[in-house]
């Protein structure tokens, strides 16, 4: 059992009835997911039962008091309440397992999900779905984790470029000029006179008092996860909250095991979704991939530790957003994936733990995860959930659930270029990340490949000559077949003996810069490319590689790999992504070790955003103590801007072309502007009721019968900081309700920017609200000229004038045949 000193309880998400999701899965025979093979062979299932989890449980069994708590409150795991439920949930698991001799029990879930994982066989899953109690039976599912790879330098085309250091090249017997970090809490409204630390006393108590808990996995030695300096002033605070322990894992040599301290203070690991671990699935919560230590040092790192990037030429000073925050961490992610067994266990755990916030990088679906259930009842107790939006394209926008805080990937205001200096004088520059290489013969692949290589230009495995190789910089296409990847091709010129290489892109080949950390790389646009292979051809060729130098850009694009709308699962009907924050060369904690592919404490990372919309939540959530998840959701939403610090619209990189200009699509309201978020003056919340409404509306309905008692509504009017209509057949209305946050009363008066082909109206065009108040209204939209089919897009702002408030709302309409 993982982490075997203790038998974990997880949580189910339940809606009211019974829990959340997946039409098919909930059917009145709750037969197993997906066709079952009819070997002995056991793999891992999640089997949901009908109670409702503790989170979620609002009393009416004889002698069992209410355990869910009341909006505003915390779940208290320690009351006598809670203690009688968990015997009775106990009871009634243990009499559904006695009809399988020789099941598996792996996980009991308890908080947020009312079940268990199990070893099963076909026949044993079978029976179990046809028993009373059990509500579905799935199989346990591997995701990918939405990795912060290490950078690609995604980015956007500079504005005016203002070097940030020299980019030139270094003379004999001197030392590099050190490129900058990126100053992201700065970019993202924290520092400075007016930014949002100095409401909480300074950075140093940025965070005071909130638990943050990160689904993925630490390094306890990274500096940025030092303890606190004590006496802290929110120790009472944290000692009512924390209900967690510390797993240090089981690795009998102890080179894995981790410890805590006042800064991480919980720390769990699961492990049974995992058939056959694997070496680096080691049995502790120590991190093996950087992923987690970067994720959790992004959120809640120290306030300004210096930082050295080995890897490249940058180094600085780095910190979290919320500096004195807590943070707890629970390892799911090993070498096959993310089980939705073990990410269960881990939300399940966490709740129970005491979190005031979930960070959750991991890939995932509306109808295809009890982890996402899991999440619902999670944010039921007053939890506030963000996740990733994920990686593909339109369309493959994940974790859309309306409940989860879905972020996109942006870029910030720093990207990092070196020199190719060509022996003659000329210089092209690119992103890169470069410590310097020396001067060294220059080489087009094909004058160094063997005899009879075919496709040699793109430095396909087996093509290059060692002896011809050794000790040259060698340029490679971009592009050739499609049996070797971009990591082949480098392993190829990396063992052929080269100490470079130069990856020039041809005008059909994907136009993105890709750099590797492990060996000298620079890739060249198309443009580019005919200047240096020309050179690299005639005699005596030779370049030399500048370090790193830091470089000014346009803030705020949407990156390359960042997932867009629409939501598969409402037709477009609810807007996702929500929001979006940077993505893209983020500086924060890693690893050093061979398996993270790190040489130091700190790196670069691609990929997940979610850590930085966790952070802006977490001071939210201290200041404003008794705002739900969606309201601190709508305050976030409702006051991003959708333009970049030029004052244009934020752009979207793409994979092929030129930038154009971003969507609600990628970039849900836009880019967070937390000092406003502080104060939105409206705020748009929702309650679980309104998510079961929601998922009835949609056609993915809780368990059976549970979308008997809901008022019948239309996806589109469930009450969201943004309006969304995926389906507008000639006309439809919307409604939504505003509560009043700001301290005084206030008249709002709204100002449509209608979606082009469309005509709209606002009803009332003004409201007036007391503090705390309530109001309705409605927005009509008409279709006029737009095509069927087409996305259109608008916004709608409330504003109470002198009062500073601009309340804004992406809108986005699609025309049905």
């Given amino acids: 059992m993982t982490n075997a000193s203790w038998t974990f309880r997880a949580v189910a998400t339940g809606f009211a009835l019974a829990a959340v999701m997946a039409t098919s899965l909930t059917s009145a025979a709750a037969r197993p997911a997906e066709p079952t093979p009819t070997s002995p062979e056991r793999r891992t299932y999640v089997v949901k039962l009908a109670d409702a989890p503790v989170a979620a449980y609002e009393g009416g069994l004889p002698g069992l008091r209410r355990t869910m708590p009341a909006p505003g409150e915390r779940l208290d795991t320690a009351s006598a309440a809670t203690a009688e439920y968990l015997r009775h949930l106990d009871r009634r698991r243990d009499a559904v397992l006695e009809t399988v001799p020789g099941a598996e029990e792996l996980y009991a879930y308890d908080y947020t999900f009312n079940g268990f994982a199990a070893r099963l066989t076909a026949v044993q899953a079978e029976k179990l779905a046809g028993t009373r109690g059990v509500v579905s039976v799935k199989l346990s599912k591997a995701r990918p984790p939405q990795d912060r790879q290490p950078a690609q330098g995604d980015t956007a085309k500079p504005a005016p470029a203002t070097p940030l250091t020299a980019g030139t090249p270094r003379a004999a017997g001197t030392q590099p000029v050190p490129a900058a970090l990126p100053d992201i809490p700065r970019l993202l409204g924290l520092s400075g006179e007016h930014g949002l630390w100095s409401k909480l006393g300074g950075p140093q108590r940025a965070g005071e008092g909130m638990i943050v808990g990160v689904i993925d996995a630490f390094d306890p030695g990274n500096p940025s996860l030092a303890p606190l300096p004590e006496p802290r002033p929110d120790a009472d605070v944290i000692a009512r909250k924390w209900r ?170 720093t990207v990092y270029e070196a020199t190719l200096v060509l022996g003659d004088g000329q210089r092209v520059t690119a992103p890169a990340h470069s410590t310097g290489i020396p001067k060294a013969p220059l080489v087009n692949a094909v004058d160094v490949s063997r005899a009879g290589a075919e496709n040699a230009t793109f430095c396909p495995p087996g093509t290059l000559d060692p002896a011809k190789t050794r000790g040259k910089i060698v340029v490679c296409d971009r592009g050739g077949p499609d049996t070797f990847t971009f990591s082949d091709r480098v392993d190829e010129v990396r063992s052929a003996g080269a100490v470079a290489l130069v990856l020039t892109n041809t005008p059909t080949s994907a136009q993105d810069p890709t750099m590797d950390w492990e060996f000298p790389l620079l890739t060249l646009d198309a443009r580019d490319r005919d200047t240096v292979k020309a050179y690299a051809a005639g005699p005596d060729a030779t370049a030399e590689i500048t370090p790193s130098a830091g470089r000014h850009v346009r803030e705020r694009a949407v990156a390359r790999f960042s997932a867009a709308g629409p939501d598969a699962f409402s037709g477009g009907d609810l807007l996702k992504p929500d929001i979006a924050a940077p993505g893209v060369l983020v500086p924060g904690g890693t690893v050093p070790h061979a398996y993270a592919g790190y040489q130091g404490e700190y790196g670069f990372m691609d990929g997940t955003s979610t850590p930085h919309i966790t952070g802006l939540a977490v001071l939210l959530k201290q200041l404003r103590p008794d705002w739900s998840p969606m309201e601190i959701k709508s305050a976030l939403m409702t006051t991003a801007t959708s333009t970049d610090d030029t004052g244009r619209p934020i752009q979207k990189l793409n994979w092929r072309g030129p930038e154009t200009d971003s969507t609600p699509l990628d970039r849900g309201s836009g880019s967070p502007r937390v000092t406003r978020a502080v104060d939105p003056g409206l705020v748009y919340d929702s309650t679980p009721a309104d998510w079961t409404a929601y998922l009835c509306a949609i056609g993915t309905p809780p368990a059976p019968g549970a979308c008997a008692t809901v008022p019948r509504t239309d996806p589109s009017d469930l009450n969201y900081p943004s309006v969304s209509v995926g389906d507008l057949d000639g006309a439809q209305t919307v409604t939504r309700t505003v509560t009043n946050v700001g301290r005084g009363k206030a008249t709002y008066r709204a100002a449509l920017r209608t979606p082009p082909g469309y005509e709209a109206r606002v009803t009332p065009q003004t409201l007036t609200l007391a503090p705390g108040e309530s109001a309705s209204y409605r927005v009509e939209l008409v279709r006029g000229s737009a095509p069927v089919g087409e996305w259109a897009f608008g916004s709608l702002t409330w504003s109470d004038g002198y009062g500073g408030h601009r309340v804004t709302s992406p809108v986005a309409v699609r025309a049905a045949s």
């Fill in 244 to 413: 967690g322990g510390c797993d240090t894992g089981e690795d009998s040599a102890g080179q894995y095991k981790v410890t805590c301290n006042n800064k991480v203070i919980g720390a769990a690991w699961f492990r049974e979704g995992v058939a056959d671990p694997q070496p680096i699935d080691v049995p502790s919560p120590m991190d093996m991939h950087s992923r987690g230590t970067h994720i959790g040092t992004t959120i809640a790192g120290a306030y300004d530790v210096p930082a050295v990037i080995p890897e490249t030429n940058a180094r600085g000073r780095i910190s979290g957003l919320a500096p004195a925050a807590r943070l707890a961490f629970y390892k799911t992610c090993w070498s096959t994936g993310c089980a939705d067994a073990d990410d269960t266990a881990a939300i399940d755990r966490a709740v129970a733990d005491g979190v005031d916030i979930i960070s959750y990088s991991i890939a995932g679906a509306l109808t295809d995860s009890s982890s996402v259930e899991s999440m619902f009842n999670a944010a039921k107790a007053g939890v506030f959930v963000a996740a990733d939006a994920s990686g593909g394209g339109v369309g493959s926008v994940a974790n859309t659930a309306p409940w989860i805080t879905t972020v996109a990937s942006q870029t910030h205001d």
